[in-house]
Nanobody
Framework: QVEIVESGGGLVQPGGSLRLSCEAS????????MGWYRQAPGKERELVAS???????NYAASVKGRFTISRDYAKNSMSLQMNSLRPEDTAVYYC??????????????????WGQGTQVTVSS
């Protein structure tokens, strides 16, 4: 009932930039918060950035000042502008919908959803 499309990952040199995009579609009535998580090999998935509204934006300490999250409420989409990338930013990045309210057959459900992930590799 919900489809999530992520794009924008790739290979970039240290100090470079990438922009990730996430768009959710389907029977979505509302989304409480949208965010990006990442998981590096051998490590747990961690929050990178999330935005519930314009006054509620969270960043991991390691990316603050370098990454910027932006959410389009009308389109159920968001982006993550990543600047000054470092090798330690290398990971699979996942789009997350927290508290997505959907309608299926006249019934409303509240669920969290994950995208399939997009690889970001920072290397010279």
């Amino acid at each position: 009932q919900v489809e999530i499309v992520e794009s924008g990952g790739g290979l970039v040199q240290p100090g470079g930039s990438l922009r990730l995009s996430c768009e959710a579609s389907g029977s979505i009535l509302s989304i409480f918060s949208m965010g990006w998580y990442r998981q590096a090999p051998g490590k747990e998935r961690e929050l990178v950035a999330s935005q519930a509204d314009s006054n509620t934006i969270n960043y991991a300490a390691s990316v603050k000042g370098r990454f910027t999250i932006s959410r389009d409420y009308a389109k159920n989409s968001m982006s993550l502008q990543m600047n000054s990338l470092r090798p330690e930013d290398t990971a699979v990045y996942y789009c997350n919908l927290e508290g997505a309210e959907i309608r299926v057959g006249g019934i409303r459900y509240l669920k969290d959803y994950w995208g399939q992930g997009t690889q970001v590799t920072v290397s010279s």
